[in-house]
């Protein structure tokens, strides 16, 4: 499976790019939000999600682990498929999915083309929990009197000091949920930060 290419990029189109390594030519399926970000004749490293099908090898490409991250997580509900998944990361950050997830907010999450309002709904559900374990759920979401899920508290605490150490909100969002999901519920905070600073120096 490839994971990660690296090399030129030789061509972009409305929902893709051709990145050229050492003289092959791969074709990208990639959000607007990373095709804006590449530059033809410039270099690339793009994150890879290998899709295979029956009649196709489909490859995705992603700037940032964090919407490659949301990527998988997306395509895991009914009726978002990868089109939809890269609409969705096309029109909203990967910390604008999660907090509207974790907000119910349905009008943000219909804003993406191909998504409706079942499906929406279907999003805030399903993935709620998900979110929830990032520790993005806004505060005005809380009750003054509802506790704070400890791993919730820890996560929070864990981005908010990676990006006191200077690393984007994204990225440090993406490493803290991969490794909630490795290390699990209840992990201390020192160790949350240890690994995720061992998953951003890769």
């Known amino acids: 499976m490839i994971a990660k290419l690296k090399g030129t990029v030789d061509a972009i189109d409305g929902d893709s790019a051709v990145i050229d390594v050492n003289g092959v030519g791969y074709l990208v399926s990639a959000s607007a939000r ?3 970000d590449l530059v033809v ?9 290998t899709i295979v099908r ?7 490409g992603f700037l940032e682990t964090a919407e490659r991250d949301w990527f998988r997580i997306l395509t895991t509900v009914q009726g978002v498929g990868a089109r939809v998944g890269l609409s969705i990361l096309s029109t909203l950050a990967p910390d604008e999915i999660a907090r509207a997830i974790a907000a119910g907010d349905k009008a943000s999450l219909s804003r993406p083309a191909g998504v409706g309002p ?3 709904a279907r999003l805030a559900t399903e993935l709620k929990d998900k979110a929830a374990a990032f520790g993005v759920a806004p505060a005005s979401a809380r009750a003054p009197d509802t506790a704070v899920p400890a791993d919730a508290s820890v996560n929070e605490d864990a981005v908010s000091a990676l990006v006191n150490l200077d690393y984007r909100r ?5 490493a803290v949920a991969r490794v909630t999901q ?4 209840g992990a201390p905070l020192d160790a949350v930060i240890r690994a995720a600073l061992q998953e951003l120096a890769r």
């Open 34 to 36: 990373t095709l804006r």
């Open 41 to 49: 004749g410039g270099p690339a490293t793009l994150l890879v999600e």
């Open 54 to 60: 029956e009649d196709a090898i489909a490859l995705y």
């Open 118 to 120: 079942k499906l929406a």
């Open 170 to 174: 994204v990225e440090a969002f993406g």
């Open 182 to 185: 490795r290390l699990g519920a």
